[in-house]
Nanobody, 125 residues
Framework: QVQLAESGGGLVQPGGSLKLACDASGFTFRKSYSMGWFRQGPGKEREFVAAISWSGGNTYYAPSVTGRFTISRDIDRNVLFLQMNNLQPDDTAVYYC?????????????????WGQGTQVTVSS
């Protein structure tokens, strides 16, 4: 049973920073799996944000967050992170994490069976 618990969201002003965490207890980080972040803004479909390979050596970002967000993982603790800097109002969304077999780029096309509750990020002055 996959268990994903996202945390770290909140209200931040434009230009501010937040660091999200995903507790992937019950989701064993397998060597063939990548982990990633997704988000769903108000009235929008869920979209890919960033992904990282099992080893942490390969990452992949959506163009809208490249240079501002950094994804990382702690394999020993089964925790995934997303450092978000220079946040903008368009980043307002519920953020989710998930995992999928294959390379980080394949996470954009995988059909996910389940999701966690997500964590709300609101960027507003």
């Amino acid at each position: 049973q996959v268990q994903l618990a996202e945390s770290g969201g909140g209200l931040v002003q434009p230009g501010g920073s937040l660091k999200l965490a995903c507790d992937a207890s019950g989701f064993t980080f397998r060597k063939s799996y990548s982990m990633g972040w997704f988000r769903q803004g108000p009235g929008k479909e869920r979209e890919f944000v960033a992904a990282i390979s099992w080893s942490g050596g390969n990452t992949y970002y959506a163009p809208s967050v490249t240079g501002r967000f950094t994804i990382s993982r702690d394999i020993d603790r089964n925790v995934l992170f997303l450092q978000m800097n220079n946040l903008q109002p368009d980043d307002t969304a519920v953020y989710y994490c998930n995992g999928a077999p294959g390379s980080p780029t394949l996470m954009t096309r995988y059909e996910y069976v389940s999701w966690g509750q997500g964590t709300q990020v609101t960027v507003s002055s």
